[in-house]
DNA sequence: TTACTTCAAACGAATGTTTGTTAGTATTTG
DNA sequence: CAAATACTAACAAACATTCGTTTGAAGTAA
């Protein structure tokens, strides 16, 4: 399978097609910045750990010129965990619709994950980790994406079950196994690391799908 | 000092506070039920999420009085974690002692991993996930008695893949592969479902070690 | 001008904790 | 035995601090 670059990415880059005709929106994206450093203060200190003088410090200017670029501090959240949320399922179904086989599929999804904790690690922790401080619209929808996101990888699983390609295992077992064995990469990894990301890649499916013993 | 008029007047609550304690024979251990209702609270809404004034609504007492039987807030946290890592060490120390062959102690770990979550749920998420709230000296401790732990889990592994028990695979992508299945349990296991702890347990354990392919 | 950005100051609310005090219970003393 | 004492656990009130957020004024660039 052919990993595809991530959509929506941590940014740090206008998007902005500048070239002269319109110069006048020079802008440095502070409100990106903002969310960029605030997934990172998340996931290191937590969201209630995390104040919004503790944020302005790293960003670089006052807690109260924050307002101007964002709303509040559950907007952040809110901004952090669905951008993550939608990339996720949009990437489920870019890969439910290749020809490949179950099996492939799913290595797919691990590489996915993966990949997503690499590139775009603190949004991927705060998702993990901050999602239940979300206020109460957004919470709801939040769970409910998630839950359709692990139905999706059960069904694929199901079915390769159902084809002969997995071992008859439990699908729960099986599905949170690997959701979970994927989050350790955001402990455990550091770019400096002995593993490369695709070594990386390829041991954890090793480990998942023929696993530890002889 | 000022004696305050306290005659009358429940001060704004309707519901009588229940005032006479019971007769001396029933000593209800308040410390523990503290610190019980502490790791639901601190599991369900984090640690910084929680008040002292949430805990002692929970308890059944003002938040002041908590601090007849605990120190501070932050002993609470630090209590709960170290007993938890004490759990784990000690444990593992009775494994690695047995005459069993290297499989059989990793399963037995994963096991104890698992009966540990349901058994005593709370605090172990507790101690997965507010350890890094703990004040310095002993987040210090607690860090460096979770890297021993990690050690000799590993060190199972690598005798085992040198025993020839195991595939020759990278020996911490095995370890925090395993080490993170086990988590999902907190979030996922219900005492009613329909999965007995034991069943639970099988079901991992063949993940892990035979693998998800056929 | 107009539109945008920044910040110092202040807001009310909530935080963990301390204080002063009271009521019961256990223990010692006369 | 009863009276005096000490101890425990509970409470309301207040403490200083920090929180997220708002306000209003000043600065900047088109």
Redesign the interface.
């Known amino acids: 399978m052919t990993p595809k670059p991530i959509a929506g990415a941590p940014a740090t880059e206008g998007a902005t097609p500048e070239k002269h005709p319109e110069p006048s929106s020079r802008r440095p994206n502070r409100r990106q910045l903002i969310l960029d450093e605030a997934a990172k203060l998340f996931k290191q200190?937590?969201f209630?750990?995390t104040s919004m003088r503790d944020l302005a410090r790293e960003v670089g200017m006052e807690a109260a010129s924050m307002y101007n670029h964002i709303k509040s501090k559950d907007e952040i959240l809110d901004l952090i965990c669905t951008r993550i949320a939608h990339t996720y399922i949009s990437q489920l179904a870019d890969i439910e619709q290749t020809e490949a086989s179950y099996?492939d599929k799913?290595k797919a999804l691990i590489r996915l994950h993966i990949r997503l904790m690499i590139e775009d690690g603190p949004a991927v922790s705060v998702a993990n980790?901050d999602w239940?401080?979300l206020p109460e619209p957004q919470l709801t929808q939040f769970k409910e994406a998630r839950k359709n996101y692990e139905k999706g990888f059960a069904r694929l699983?199901e079915q390769g079950i159902a084809a002969?390609?997995?071992?008859p295992?439990?699908v729960?077992?099986?599905l949170?196994?690997?959701?979970?064995?994927?989050?350790?990469v955001e402990?455990?990894y550091r770019p400096g690391r002995e593993?490369s990301a695709e070594e990386?890649e390829d041991?954890?499916i090793?480990?998942?799908?023929?696993?530890?013993?002889?």
């Open positions: 200190k937590g209630g750990g099996a799913v980790h239940k401080y699983i002969g390609e997995f071992q295992i439990n729960s077992v099986a949170f196994t690997i959701l979970s064995a994927v989050r350790w402990l455990w593993l990386l041991h954890i090793t480990m998942l799908l023929t696993g530890l013993a002889k």
